[in-house]
């Protein structure tokens, strides 16, 4: 995941126009949700699905997924995915089975085989019954004055915002993961209700890396020599929040951490040509005799090659950049942040 830059994108007239479908469509579902009619869910949601929003979606994260940096739109036509569920949210919980105290899964709380904090009974029997006591349920109506608002909106592969069953790496049971209408805070509290509630009040609390207002390289950090992504521990916050979005966007899928291992394979491969090249440089280089020139243009050949992967539009650039930052400030004093 790497951060994505709204200011690059004009959003889409369609969206933003207080005469477009999305200004329409949004008057409408606030006006469902303030008559006697709001128990009912409202699912007339149009506009986001338009073109033009499609269009700048993909120009927006560069043609990948926003969140685990796949190409994949030869092989799917890409979801346009709500960072903040429009129907419903998931709410998954577990209950205490002595008070029947709920605990949001990703709150601080009851956890597994640990006191309840509200009756101090820790929880008992078989794994199977340990299981029982997680149970899951949607929050309505969700997020539905943000489902035509280009903010909320990204573009995203199927096994990233879509639930299914899945091998994580170093797990030897499929897991159900995909984000779909997850939306996990940290204190249920501050979720909020209704259109007229600020999000301000609500983004302190928010679980999941957006990667348009947080740079996802200051919560993820790659292993190089398989590919798994970790959370950085640089506090507590920020490793919460890196592993509940691992975790969501399904990030340790077993297919991806592979693509990844095959990448930093390319990378490293580069790396060392670069090296070469250099050696040579350092080695035969002479200002004054043009024939040993050619070990300078090869050397500025390879690293043009190896700059090649910071391109955005290429996978994994998150994992490029922490592999190449490295490599060019040792060798060569480069900053690959500078602008
Ligand atoms: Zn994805
Ligand atoms: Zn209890």
Redesign the pocket.
Known sequence: MIFIDRNLVNAPEELIDENGAGKKELAKAIAHYTSANRDKAYDKYNAYKLENVKEALKKLSKNKCAYCESIFLHAHVGDIEHFRPKGGVEFEYKV?Q??E?EYPKYSDGIVENKV?T????APTGSKKQLAKLTKKKMIKPGYYWLAADWNNLFLSCRNCNQKSKQLLANAVELESVGKMNQFPLLDENLRLKTHTDLLENEENVRLLINPSVEDPEDYFEYDIESGVIRAKKTNDLIEKRALASIKIYSLQRVPLVHLREKKIVDISRQMKRVERELRNVNTFYDPDNPDTHTFVESLQEELAILKGFLNEKEEFVGLAKQMIGTFLMENFQIDINAA
Request: aromatic fraction near 0%.
């Open positions: 205490c002595h008070c105290q309840c509200h009756c101090g009974e």
